[in-house]
């Protein structure tokens, strides 16, 4: 069975009428674990994760330790290539902690990221119109600069 | 009337027959027309905010480099450049939705009026300070300092490649030209791509 960790971001892609997800993200993403018994956060992986659905470095959720019970889990999710989202958090309190050989997650799930602002065609027009204005101006005060 | 009814049947298989072979000859010969680019639908629309321009994908022309299947698309656009010394014309936006878009080939050129120069018009490519444009005083072709196509995926994500055309001279009162945009490109095989007139 595949344990894939989907790392998405959902917004306004190609298809300007629904969300869609935005597959060329690219993440820096931590797992982090809290044991029964233990205050400090012990790092499960540190990886930089591509492309909208993805793998964990061995494509699958880690297991606890034996002799372990995680009560707690924690994924930071930072973003690499597009600074339209916004980093995310997900910390995840467990009612029945998970045993040792358990899975620390399950299959296919999601981390949706919440972008800054929605990608409307709307929002579209006014990021363009202001990139235009930036580019214009530093045009005209490097052919001043030149002149 | 067995012979009649025989006879119907021929008729019948005659003109369905007759039907397929004309559907054939009609669908070869309109890929026909096509192909040696005699017959078109690429019709180019305006935008909201950009001028008129399409996108379509060159079937036949892509290739696999480094085991990478890539597929080529021709983005095309038509404007009239008048009233300032320095454009930065929006073409629109380039949605690919997996992988980069990466330009293979420009053969945009611009057209200018130099009616009171040498006569008539210029026509070359849109080569920075190689490109001729009208200083719009005179009615004389001079050389634009800037003049590139650009293409930004920094603004709202990288999967969103904003076109412009940028032609300056901020030396000259004021410059005008026509210009034809004509870039191809090419995106990973699996990628949806989309052009979005804003």
Redesign the interface.
Known sequence: MEEKIKLQAVDY????TAPTR???LEADVKIEAKYAGETAWSTISDTSMA?GAVRSATGEWEKVPAGKEMIERRVTITPK??A?YKSRTAVKNLAVPLKGGEFMGKPGEKFVMEPIKK?T?A???I??DD??SR??AF??SA??A?? | MASSLKRSSILTTFASKRTQLWQYLNTTIDSFLRDVGLRSTKEMTPGATVPACNLYELKNEGYVLGGVNYKKYCFQSWMVLTGANAYVQSLGLINVSQGFMLITDQTSTISADDTAGVGGFTNGPIANSGTLVEDSNTSVATTATLAYVNQDNGITGVDDNYMYLIVANTALGSIDAEAYVKIEFVVEQEAKVELIKL
Do not use: D, F
């Open positions: 892609e190609s298809t300007m935005v597959q060329t492309r290539n597009i339209w990608r065609l929002e579209r027009k990021q363009r990139a235009t580019k214009l045009i005209q052919g001043k030149a002149e």
